[in-house]
């Protein structure tokens, strides 16, 4: 089993920065590809941002244009994504997600979600 801890969500003025962190316990996720999605009210789950296990490869959702960067340190079993530029919009409740070993389109575990507000 695998646990994720979001933080680093909260309240910022538009054209702010954040950074959010997902601290991860039982298993290591060394080996896991890793993403973040959101969800805004009243809308569908949408990927943000996704890292392999090596940190060597990152892909963003068609939204991010360059805003976000994803990140990892495996010593420390924890994902990062430091958001600049924040915009309204951006507002949701991110997750940070685990993908099964080998298969990184296939997100297994899913952590309880942190609250980013971006205010204009």
């Known amino acids: 089993q695998v646990q994720l801890v979001e933080s680093g969500g909260g309240l910022v003025q538009a054209g702010g920065s954040l950074r959010l962190s997902c601290a991860a316990s039982?298993?290591?996720?060394?080996?896991?590809?890793m993403g973040w999605f959101r969800q805004a009210p009243g809308k569908e789950r949408e990927f943000a941002a996704s890292?392999?296990?090596?940190?060597?490869?990152?892909f963003y959702g068609d939204f991010v244009k360059g805003r976000f960067t994803i990140s990892r340190d495996n010593a420390k079993n924890t994902v990062y994504l430091q958001m600049n530029s924040l915009k309204p919009e951006d507002t949701a409740v991110y997750y940070c997600?685990?993908?099964?070993?080998?298969?990184?389109?296939?997100?297994?575990?899913w952590g309880q979600g942190t609250q980013v507000t971006v205010s204009s």
């Open positions: 997600a685990a993908a099964r070993p080998g298969v990184p389109s296939t997100y297994e575990y």
């Open positions: 039982g298993r290591t996720v060394s080996s896991r590809h």
């Open positions: 890292i392999s296990w090596s940190g060597g490869s990152t």
